[in-house]
């Protein structure tokens, strides 16, 4: 069972009106449909390419099992010409006419089930036009805003749509990095460059980087298949690899201000990748808990919901499970704040310096203000801001020109 806000109760919902049901037998459901929709996973291959085995065996079942016409809507992310491979893959298979229609998704976990009835768009690729009507029939009841295009255009729209977005958040962190060796506050700045309606506000917040099943795989995936058709996606390149520094910067601010943490307790707070959802694949959780064991330090880790699936991707002795934020900081030497849980902006500092050994706040989400740090007392370092109450060295003045 996955955590995402609304769904449950969508499905209790829609189960009870008689308007969903589920089934194992794959034979029935396709049998009982006109439109099928193909929407399994697809991984990444250790290469970074899309690994297209379950797809192809959901596309194999269907052709097995069809008995008429079919219409079948891929929503899965796949590499540009999957779509045309499945086409001759049920040709092979089946004498039934079919069509197979591109229909990427664009849902934010966390956020899904909003997305779903608020779309900013319905991208839909198809070779037909009369293929393409009837799925643009289907939504049409959730926008107008319908994108009509061909299919590897569609499939191409889903990896150029994330690569971009994954794209704002390196810029925007490299900004940061800047910023801090300036004397700059990335936060105005990105309020300053997002009210140009050319760039816009959304994804312009500086952290530690993005993680989750989407941005890390599809831009793997991009790179490889640029690097398919003999083409080096330089600049992907370094929107990954700048991505993976990112989270390395927490631990470089703690060692900056305790030198060795050789024996150092770090509260963790925040190991889903982000809010509203108990996703932790890819987090920079993960890469920045292992760093902090590996140089020797403790931790004791706390999430609202990601908790369970974290410790079974990622135990160890010298990790404390907490139950919130307050036990996680309990004699801690340090907190890093690594995902923007609303539960973890709201502490009164003054009560929270009281329970730990050292008052030290690292916030990878820029989520407190200058003005909640500075009367409590607490050495704090965010992203791309100026660094409070002593620990970090300020940022000398630039020299004239």
Same mark, same amino acid.
């Given at each position: 069972?996955?955590?995402?806000?609304?769904?449950?109760?969508?499905?209790?919902?829609?189960?009870?009106?008689?308007?969903?049901?589920?089934?194992?037998?794959?034979?029935?459901?396709?049998?009982?449909?006109?439109?099928?929709?193909?929407?399994?996973?697809?991984?990444?291959?250790?290469?970074?390419?899309?690994? $297209?085995?379950?797809?192809?065996?959901?596309?194999?079942?269907?052709?097995?099992?069809?008995?008429?016409?079919?219409?079948?809507?891929?929503?899965?992310?796949?590499?540009?010409?999957?779509?045309?491979?499945?086409?001759?893959?049920?040709?092979?298979?089946?004498?039934?006419?079919?069509?197979?229609?591109?229909?990427?998704?664009?849902?934010?976990?966390?956020?899904?089930?909003?997305?779903?009835?608020?779309?900013?768009?319905?991208?839909?690729?198809?070779?037909?036009?009369?293929?393409?009507?009837?799925?643009?029939?289907?939504?049409?009841?959730?926008?107008?805003?319908?994108?009509?295009?061909?299919?590897?255009?569609?499939?191409?729209?889903?990896?150029?749509?994330?690569?971009?977005?994954?794209?704002?958040?390196? /810029?925007?962190?490299?900004?940061?990095?800047?910023?801090?060796?300036?004397?700059?506050?990335?936060?105005?700045?990105?309020?300053?460059?997002?009210?140009?309606?050319?760039?816009?506000?959304?994804?312009?917040?500086?952290?530690?980087?993005?993680?989750?099943?989407?941005?890390?795989?599809?831009?793997?995936?991009?790179?490889?298949?640029?690097?398919?058709?003999?083409?080096?996606?330089?600049?992907?390149?370094?929107?990954?690899?700048?991505?993976?520094?990112?989270?390395?910067?927490?631990?470089?601010?703690?060692?900056?201000?305790?030198?060795?943490?050789?024996?150092?307790?770090?509260?963790?707070?925040?190991?889903?990748?982000?809010?509203?959802?108990?996703?932790?694949?890819?987090?920079?959780?993960?890469?920045?808990?292992?760093?902090?064991?590996?140089?020797?330090?403790?931790?004791?880790?706390?999430?609202?919901?990601?908790?369970?699936?974290?410790?079974?991707?990622?135990?160890?002795?010298?990790?404390?499970?907490?139950?919130?934020? $307050?036990?996680?900081?309990?004699?801690?030497?340090?907190?890093?704040?690594?995902?923007?849980?609303?539960?973890?902006?709201?502490?009164?500092?003054?009560?929270?310096?009281?329970?730990?050994?050292?008052?030290?706040?690292?916030?990878?989400?820029?989520?407190?203000?200058?003005?909640?740090?500075?009367?409590?007392? /607490?050495?704090?370092?965010?992203?791309?801001?100026?660094?409070?109450?002593?620990?970090?060295?300020?940022?000398?003045?630039?020299?004239?020109?």
């Amino acid at each position: 069972m996955i955590y995402e806000p609304g769904l449950q109760e969508l499905v209790v919902r829609n189960m009870n009106a008689g308007r969903l049901s589920f089934t194992t037998d794959i034979d029935l459901a396709v049998r009982q449909s006109e439109i099928i929709v193909l929407a399994v996973g697809t991984p990444s291959l250790p290469n970074g390419e899309a690994n $297209l085995a379950y797809i192809e065996q959901a596309t194999r079942d269907i052709a097995l099992a069809m008995n008429g016409p079919k219409t079948i809507m891929t929503k899965s992310t796949v590499p540009v010409g999957t779509n045309h491979k499945l086409q001759t893959l049920l040709a092979s298979l089946t004498d039934h006419p079919f069509d197979v229609v591109s229909v990427p998704e664009f849902l934010r976990e966390g956020s899904a089930v909003r997305d779903t009835f608020n779309p900013d768009r319905i991208v839909i690729g198809a070779d037909r036009p009369e293929a393409a009507e009837a799925i643009v029939a289907l939504h049409r009841p959730l926008t107008t805003n319908i994108v009509q295009t061909d299919i590897r255009s569609a499939e191409m729209i889903k990896y150029a749509s994330n690569a971009f977005l994954a794209t704002k958040i390196s /810029f925007i962190n490299e900004i940061a990095n800047i910023c801090e060796k300036v004397g700059a506050d990335v936060t105005k700045v990105a309020e300053g460059m997002g009210h140009d309606h050319r760039i816009g506000h959304s994804f312009l917040r500086a952290g530690i980087g993005y993680g989750g099943s989407c941005f890390p795989k599809d831009t793997q995936a991009l790179i490889q298949i640029a690097g398919n058709v003999d083409y080096e996606f330089k600049l992907l390149k370094s929107v990954v690899d700048v991505n993976q520094d990112q989270r390395f910067s927490i631990i470089h601010k703690l060692q900056h201000i305790f030198g060795e943490l050789q024996g150092r307790t770090v509260a963790v707070w925040g190991l889903a990748f982000k809010p509203n959802t108990d996703d932790v694949r890819d987090a920079p959780a993960l890469d920045i808990i292992q760093a902090l064991i590996a140089q020797g330090a403790n931790v004791r880790a706390c999430d609202p919901i990601a908790l369970p699936n974290f410790r079974a991707r990622c135990d160890h002795e010298r990790i404390a499970w907490c139950a919130d934020a $307050l036990e996680a900081a309990c004699d801690a030497d340090a907190i890093c704040l690594l995902t923007e849980w609303p539960e973890f902006g709201g502490f009164d500092l003054a009560r929270l310096k009281q329970v730990m050994r050292r008052p030290v706040l690292i916030d990878g989400r820029n989520v407190y203000s200058a003005e909640q740090v500075e009367a409590s007392g /607490f050495i704090y370092s965010s992203i791309g801001r100026p660094a409070l109450n002593r620990g970090l060295d300020a940022p000398a003045p630039l020299p004239l020109a």
